[in-house]
């Protein structure tokens, strides 16, 4: 009997928030960009918890919400059960969600920024809630890198056509044709787009290069084509180009450089493809 009432006052000493205190987070590292949920931008991301506690900490779920000047911009959730040790950190993965409608130009400045996160760690024990406020300091840029750089290449950057309009003695003149769709849910501004064509995979030797430092606006859900006129000097690609003997099809690559400007910052961004000229048909395919 006496053994029954010592358990009854372990469970809910333990059980009591008061005295258990919540993992605290020390850093959100590696980011990678997922996609979109929702009409949110899903990142993976390791979390390193700290458990402060003289005990074990089980928890089978964290949810937490992110503030910035008052405003929810993003918040994480890990519904799988961890152990931490006491006195212990541990990496935990979590999925990370940013809200664009909350997001602006304040928080990708340089200076590391003052987020508020607040939610609660769920324990096991009659299933108890214990409620965590925290500051944390961060600098969001790295997030914004990895989300730029992927969304850019795999989404809002197509190459439409590719097409050979004349040929003249040694120069070939090629109109490229590129597509721009901004699904991203914010406005954002294209500059300095310029083109280098290699025809070699090391890119080593340069056949042509065109420079535009025209500014392309790309409002939310709009699509805009730009047409990029190149000439291909034919000398440094091969005299078989000249001769018309040319029996292999004819592979060049293609970089663009290109600074995206968001939230009144600019992003360098380096796209690359492969172009194939058809030797028999000069038609011209991309990869």
């Known amino acids: 009997m006496?053994?029954?009432f010592y358990l009854i006052i372990l469970i809910s000493t333990i059980s009591c928030s008061d005295l258990i205190k919540p993992p605290k987070l020390i850093s959100i590292e590696d980011f990678e960009f997922l996609g979109q949920e929702n009409q949110k931008f899903v990142f993976s991301s390791n979390l390193f918890i700290e458990n402060d506690n003289n005990f074990k900490l089980?928890?089978?779920e964290i949810k937490s919400e992110v503030f910035f000047n008052s405003k929810v911009i993003g918040e994480f959730f890990i519904e799988k059960e961890f152990i931490i040790d006491k006195k212990s950190r541990k990496k935990i993965k979590a999925l990370?969600?940013?809200n664009p409608e909350n997001i602006d130009s304040l928080l990708f400045d340089d200076s590391p920024?003052?987020?508020l996160l607040k939610g609660y760690v769920k324990t096991p024990i009659l299933n108890k809630k214990i409620?965590?406020?925290y500051d944390y300091v961060f600098n969001l840029n790295n997030i914004m890198d990895s989300f730029i750089d992927d969304q850019i290449s795999k989404s809002v950057f197509e190459i439409k056509e590719i097409k050979l309009?004349?040929?003249r003695s040694t120069i070939a003149q090629l109109e490229i044709l590129l597509n721009f769709y901004n699904d991203l849910g914010f406005d954002f501004k294209i500059k300095n787009l310029n083109s280098l064509i290699y025809s070699d995979v090391d890119k080593s030797?340069?056949?042509a290069r065109s420079d535009n430092f025209n500014t392309i606006l790309l409002p939310v859900k709009n699509n805009v084509e730009f047409p990029i006129n190149v000439d291909v000097n034919l000398l440094r690609i091969g005299p078989s180009m000249l001769l018309g003997t040319l029996r292999n099809d004819l592979n060049l690559y293609i970089d663009f450089d290109l600074i995206i400007d968001v939230f009144d910052n600019e992003f360098p961004i380096l796209l690359?493809?492969?172009m194939t000229i058809n030797s028999k048909t000069f038609e011209i395919s991309i990869q």
């Open 2 to 4: 006496k053994l029954f």
């Open 58 to 60: 089980k928890a089978q």
């Open 96 to 98: 990370i969600y940013f």
């Open 113 to 115: 920024k003052n987020l």
């Open 131 to 133: 409620n965590f406020n």
């Open 165 to 167: 309009n004349n040929i």
């Open 205 to 207: 030797k340069v056949v």
């Open 272 to 274: 690359s493809r492969k």
